[in-house]
């Protein structure tokens, strides 16, 4: 076929042009109205000549088709209703091509992150490379240091120093750069385009252009030292970067400037590791745009959640080489679960260090000789520690900073903190008290500094409100500090504490689908596990039971003991194998123990006697079934079943009444602003069913509330409240006890 080829049009058709030694014709001016050479339409601007051209061409009989089609074009870029053409024009060029070669095999030593942005998007660009088009026509830029003779010879000026040989004229006469006072000499627009040469009987003058602002980009690592004339020593130890990130579109710019300058000069890489950051989009995948309406303003964000929790948000809520959908309730979601909890947690901890006047003068205590929960947060605190490095040495930053979130909430505030309050509650300072408040400072100033990356204003005030009383940190800020050394990990230990969080959280789930409230005491629950594991309970059985509100945990290594099972054949499997045989050994089937289903569960074999003939089974001949033991609930997951007592004695009952009393006095304490520390008198009245119930746990109570006195003859207090527990109405009064 015939195809249409404009050379100065379009970069395709100049290269085809080239390829086929067609004629270059530019009939366009660079201002773009046509040259002398169509005499027709000389002077006229090339849009503005449309018609005039197709009118001509009728009248010549040369028309054949006239019609309007629509198609992309581009527009000017300040402009929205002027288009623009392209135009083949001289330009200066670095012939990158030559490296090409070199430049992809460079590519492959860089750790990419993703890989594949590295070895697809950028790659592909490499694999494609074009010279270099260098200048630009423009007034502010670095101009193109090149000076050209009338003759066409050429230099390049390589320095300040080489530039004050040159001269400038000034009143007919020339004078030296080197004379002329330093304030006058700029190395820009307008003064360097009046600086000439004067060679071997020829005047060069420095050619107009300017050079491409994303060659001043890619020659930052040298340039920011001013480098060669001075700092080589400091650009050297820090070149190549480590690291460096930006936008996905920088694979075109920034990306491939430093890459390819650091090619060209030194044969090396810019940057060993980098991370491409995708674009936001909004909620619903949209690029943001104001016309649309979608935009955020970061300003607003910063004023109403604080720029850590939109920092911490960005981070977490996906890699950053992955679009982001920004949804602000997230940014909320983060302020109240992540800081809500680092705040509290550090408050919890300020607020008591305060009362005991701890300032960790005293003698560490030795990690082995602190309790086992001190010993095991110490433990989860280090592998997260040891875990997070893993992570930011790979450049990770969304799963590190996630891993200190879930310590955080999970494992600090949610167990450890709530597991240890009555330690920080004793009036007096005994070891176990002390390795507490040691434990739980080792942790928020560990925390401060693993989250500062990500955070650095909240980590920074944390760290200095710790720091300043201890004087434990010689730095002036957690953003100066060394990165956490490992200094504890008992991983039979951790092991320990995750069976026992995964039979508390497994049960809290049950309790919640049963409606067994939390403060009601139950009996008993029974947990089986694999033999391997039944050591790790038993030496939790405490914490467990505590955690659960029961009162005697049974374990076991088979769930037999638990559900109640039964068995029937499977018909699919053993029928083509014992055809007429097979109603019996289904009704043999039926008629299985829990004890034989176990043994069969266990060993995967079981031999059977059918109309005088021996049958192994497998587990894939049976479909098992189980049952829940009447007044019991049972559950099963990853490889632990749990069965849990329903019944209610009056005894249980009674005692549920008085945690949910707690409860309610905690709540009024805290409404009626009374200090943690200070002693109260409870006051209540209630039904004599209800009385009979609380009275039983009077000390109890007295004990978690620091009540010195609880009367059950009347209701009056500083503070008096109305509250339905359980069938019962209550009417309690509290008051501090001076």
Not at 169 to 196: C, M, N, S, T, Y
Not at 254 to 281: C, G, P, Q, R, S
Not at 414 to 437: C, P
Request: charged fraction near 30%; glycine fraction near 4%; charge should be negative.
């Amino acid at each position: 076929g015939i195809v249409h080829i404009a050379p100065a049009f379009g970069a395709d058709d100049y290269e085809v042009s080239k390829k086929h030694d067609l004629p270059f014709l530019q009939p366009v001016k660079r201002n773009g109205t046509f040259t002398e050479d169509v005499p027709d339409f000389a002077g006229q601007f090339v849009k503005d000549a449309d018609a005039g051209i197709i009118q001509k061409l009728k009248s010549e009989g040369k028309l054949y088709k006239k019609e309007t089609i629509t198609h992309s074009y581009p527009f000017s870029w300040r402009f929205d209703d002027v288009p623009v053409i392209y135009y083949a024009r001289e330009s200066w060029f670095i012939k990158t091509t030559s490296i090409a070669d070199r430049m992809i095999e460079l590519n492959k030593t860089i750790n990419w992150y993703p890989p594949e942005v590295g070895a697809g998007r950028f790659g592909n660009w490499l694999e494609d490379n074009k010279d270099w088009a260098l200048s630009r026509d423009r007034f502010w830029a670095t101009p193109l240091p090149i000076w050209v003779s009338p003759s066409g010879k050429m230099f390049a000026v390589g320095s300040i120093e080489e530039l004050k040989e040159g001269f400038v004229e000034r009143d007919g006469k020339r004078i030296k750069v080197a004379d002329l006072p330093e304030e006058e000499i700029d190395l820009h627009k307008p003064f360097v385009d009046d600086v000439k040469f004067e060679k071997d009987g020829e005047i060069y003058e420095r050619t107009p252009e300017l050079i491409d602002v994303w060659f001043d980009s890619g020659s930052m690592p040298f340039a920011q030292f001013h480098y060669p004339f001075e700092n080589k020593e400091l650009f050297e130890s820090s070149f190549p970067s480590d690291f460096i990130c930006e936008g996905i579109d920088q694979t075109r710019g920034w990306f491939y400037t430093l890459h390819a300058i650091a090619t060209m000069l030194f044969d090396n890489v810019a940057y060993k590791n980098l991370i491409v950051n995708e674009l936001i989009l909004d909620k619903n995948g949209l690029k943001m745009s104001k016309s649309k309406g979608n935009t955020v303003d970061p300003f607003e964000l910063f004023d109403k959640y604080g720029a850590d929790a939109t920092r911490w948000y960005l981070v977490t809520v996906s890699p950053p080489w992955r679009p982001t959908l920004f949804d602000e309730e997230g940014v909320l979601e983060v302020q109240r679960k992540f800081f809500g909890t680092l705040v509290n947690t550090y408050s919890f901890f300020a607020l008591y260090a305060n009362i005991d006047k701890f300032d960790y003068s005293e003698d560490e205590i030795p990690i082995e000789n602190r309790p086992e929960i001190d010993r095991w947060i110490l433990s989860k605190l280090y592998s997260t520690v040891k875990e997070y490095e893993e992570l930011m040495d790979n450049y990770d930053v969304t799963k590190a900073a996630r891993l200190v979130a879930s310590f955080t909430i999970d494992q600090l505030s949610n167990w450890y903190v709530r597991r240890s309050r009555r330690r920080f509650w004793k009036s007096e300072i005994n070891e176990n008290k002390l390795s507490a408040y040691q434990t739980l400072y080792e942790c928020l100033m560990t925390i401060s500094k693993l989250a500062s990356p990500f955070a650095p204003f909240i980590t920074e005030e944390i760290f200095n409100n710790l720091n300043s009383v201890t004087k434990k940190e010689s730095a002036e800020s957690v953003h100066l500090v060394e990165f956490p050394s490992i200094k504890y990990i008992d991983e039979e230990l951790e092991e320990k504490m995750d069976i026992a969080q995964k039979v508390v959280y497994l049960t809290r789930s049950m309790r919640a689908k049963n409606n067994l409230k939390v403060r009601q005491p139950l009996q008993k629950i029974m947990v089986a596990v694999n033999a391997a594991k039944t050591n790790a309970l038993e030496n939790m059985k405490d914490v467990i039971l505590e955690e659960v509100n029961i009162k005697e945990l049974v374990v076991l290594d088979d769930d037999s003991g638990i559900v109640n099972k039964s068995a029937k054949a499977n018909f699919k499997v053993l029928g083509p194998r014992y055809g007429k045989m097979m109603k019996q050994l289904a009704a043999a089937i039926t008629t299985l123990t829990n004890d034989q289903i176990n043994e069969l569960e266990k060993s995967g074999n079981l031999e059977l006697e059918v109309e005088g003939q021996k049958v192994n089974l497998t587990p894939e001949d049976v479909i098992i079934q189980t049952s829940e033991i009447e007044g019991w609930v049972v559950e099963s997951e990853e490889g632990i079943t749990i069965a849990i007592d329903t019944e209610l004695s009056e005894d249980l009952i009674a005692e549920g009444y008085s945690r949910e009393f707690i409860n309610r006095i905690q709540n009024m304490r805290k409404d009626s602003g009374l200090d943690v520390m200070d002693r109260i008198i409870i006051n209540y009245k209630t039904d004599p069913e209800a009385t009979k119930f609380i009275s039983k746990f009077t000390d109890y109570i007295a004990k978690e509330t620091l009540a010195d006195k609880v009367n059950a003859d009347s209701a009056e207090g500083a503070y008096t409240q109305k509250w339905k527990i359980g069938d019962y109405e209550f009417e309690i009064g509290i008051e501090k006890n001076n």
